[in-house]
Structure formats: structure tokens, C-alpha cells
Antibody, heavy 121, light 111 residues
Framework: EVQLLESGGGLVQPGGSLRLSCAAS????????MYWVRQAPGKGLEWVSG????????YYADSVKGRLTTSRDNSKNTLYLQMNSLRDEDTAVYYC??????????????WGQGTMVTVSS | QSALTQPASVSGSPGQSITISCTGT?????????VSWYQQHPGKAPKLMIY???NRPSGVSNRFSGSKSGNTASLTISGLQAEDEADYYC???????????FGTGTKVTVL
């Protein structure tokens, strides 16, 4: 079964740091592009970041560029999101996502259950 | 990169058809056939319903269909059922520095 499991969320003060993890199973992680999408309480979805499978190139939303860093450890089948200089507006549920079905392009067919990040003093 | 524009809410009676619009620009919807749609029930992760404008993943009901004209994409739900009550989001690949953008979201209510 294809599965994504996020962890690492919690309460952090403004200006603080947090690292999220996303453990993947059931598909060939090392060749799969991976993504982070977030959803602030009561708000819509926001694409945050992506990382290539084979080349490891990273991409970010303008709202997080320079503060959030996506990386991956293919030996552990795990995706990471290092979050620095956190702001109140970073408060959200963070989902990791990917596409595991051959033939589906530029869309996200597998999602984790999400992990909540709360930035507050 | 601004979010794609969707109506805040759409409603319909069981059995009816409804259509949700998603308006972007020539840099996103108008420039690529990479529009996808997601269904999200409260407290749950999003679920892919449509990809590449009008393709359904395996297991998604054929009551869901997608289309695109110019800078606007649409999701149509036919034979509306109670279980279709949820939030729906469009997404498009873009030529901007942020490669993907979601829509503002539409709450579908089954009357």
C-alpha cells in the first residue's frame, strides 16, 4: 500500500525553527518528485515546495523562499521540510504529497494525513 | 503568484448537476493542460479527482468530469449525491517562479 506519514509538527514561537518529516512506503521513493502543501486553519490549500526525484532540484512558493528548505534522504525513504524564521502566518496543517501512478503528470494522487504546525508566543 | 479564482460556494439538489469554475491566466490554466481538481472532506486530506484537465484516476466516479476553455477550467459533478458535499480545489501548473498554484476553493452543498 502506498503511504505517506508526516511527523514533527507542534507549537513553536515566532522566529523559531521546526523540522517536519514525511516517511514514504509502497512506491519507489528515490525516483518520485515530492511536495509540501499547507492549509491554514479554515483556509484553502497552498502549494509550498517541491523536490525532484532523480535530480533533487527544489522549488518554493515565494511566501516561504529563504525560510523553508526541502530535502530528502532516499536511503531512508523520507522527505524533510526545515522551517526557520517561522511567522504567525506559517500556522497550518502541512501535507506531503506525491504522484505514484504511471500516467498521471503535474498532479498529486497520494497525500499524507498532515501534521499541524502552530506558530504562537 | 495569486491563487486561481473559484466561487466560494455552489449548491444543488440530489441528482442535479453542478459546475465549479476556476479562472486563472495565460501563465497557468491558459498555458498548460495541467489542471487538476481535489475533493476535501472536513478534517481529511485532499483527494485527486481530475488530472490533466479531464482525466479521472482509477476509482473516481464517472460523475466527475473536467474541461477547460481559455484561462478557465471547470469541474462538473453530475447526479449529485450527499457524499459529494465537500470542498473542491483546482490546481494548475504555471510558468511562474512558483510552479503550482491552487484555487481559492469552493464549498459544495447538497441541499
Amino acid at each position: 500500500e502506498v503511504q505517506l506519514l508526516e511527523s514533527g509538527g507542534g507549537l513553536v514561537q515566532p522566529g523559531g525553527s521546526l523540522r517536519l518529516s514525511c516517511a514514504a512506503s509502497g512506491f519507489t521513493f528515490r525516483i518520485s518528485a515530492m511536495y509540501w502543501v499547507r492549509q491554514a486553519p479554515g483556509k484553502g490549500l497552498e502549494w509550498v515546495s517541491g523536490i525532484g526525484g532523480s535530480n533533487g532540484d527544489t522549488y518554493y512558493a515565494d511566501s516561504v523562499k529563504g525560510r523553508l528548505t526541502t530535502s530528502r534522504d532516499n536511503s531512508k525513504n523520507t522527505l524533510y521540510l526545515q522551517m526557520n524564521s517561522l511567522r504567525d502566518e506559517d500556522t497550518a496543517v502541512y501535507y506531503c504529497a506525491t504522484r505514484s501512478t504511471v500516467g498521471i503528470t503535474k498532479a498529486f494522487d497520494i497525500w499524507g494525513q498532515g501534521t499541524m504546525v502552530t506558530v504562537s508566543s | 503568484q495569486s491563487a486561481l479564482t473559484q466561487p466560494a460556494s455552489v449548491s444543488g439538489s440530489p441528482g442535479q448537476s453542478i459546475t465549479i469554475s476556476c479562472t486563472g491566466t495565460s501563465s497557468d490554466i491558459g498555458g498548460y493542460n495541467y489542471v487538476s481538481w481535489y475533493q476535501q472532506h472536513p478534517g481529511k486530506a485532499p483527494k485527486l479527482m481530475i488530472y490533466e484537465v479531464n482525466n479521472r484516476p482509477s476509482g473516481v466516479s464517472n460523475r466527475f468530469s473536467g474541461s477547460k476553455s481559455g484561462n478557465t477550467a471547470s469541474l462538473t459533478i453530475s447526479g449529485l449525491q450527499a457524499e459529494d458535499e465537500a470542498d473542491y480545489y483546482c490546481n494548475s501548473y504555471t510558468s511562474n517562479s512558483t510552479p503550482y498554484v491552487f484555487g481559492t476553493g469552493t464549498k459544495v452543498t447538497v441541499l
